[in-house]
């Protein structure tokens, strides 16, 4: 049994935790984008710190 | 991946709706403390500075009428 195929108490095995965590990151990651190209919108468009 | 096997000890029922919770309250709470300890966000909200510039011009213009 490799260490991919292990059953943690969860019930999902380490590759399945591992693809889980890979798309919580990714959309992390887009979350992250669309926030600083908001913030960079609300900076040129708004009176925020000028 | 760093803390990828995270997920066979957390379940995500519980970890990701958690994890999105907080990012959503942290967000939250520091738009809300800008609403409410500024001045600018509500007048721009109000369209304060559109008046402002739309009143300059009528001002200026005004003892020219007299």
């Known amino acids: 049994m ?6 943690g108490p969860t019930g999902l095995t ?12 990714q959309g992390t990651q887009i979350f992250g984008m669309i926030a600083a190209l908001a913030h960079l919108l609300a ?3 708004s009176p925020w710190l000028k | 991946m760093i803390y990828g096997k ?22 939250f709470s520091v738009h809300l403390a800008l609403t409410l300890n ?10 304060g500075a ?3 510039a739309v009143a300059a011009p009528a001002a200026a213009a005004e003892p020219a009428k007299k």
Request: hydrophobic share 50%; charged share 20%; net charge neutral.
């Open chain 2, 6 to 27: 995270m997920w066979t000890v957390v379940r995500p029922q519980v970890g990701i709706p958690m994890f999105i919770a907080g990012v959503a309250i942290a967000s």
């Open chain 1, 14 to 25: 380490v590759a399945e935790s591992e693809e889980i965590h890979r798309n919580l990151v």
């Open chain 2, 38 to 47: 500024t001045t600018w966000v509500k007048n721009f909200l109000n369209g």
């Open chain 2, 50 to 52: 559109a008046k402002v």
């Open chain 1, 2 to 7: 490799s260490d991919h195929d292990k059953v």
């Open chain 1, 43 to 45: 900076f040129i468009y």
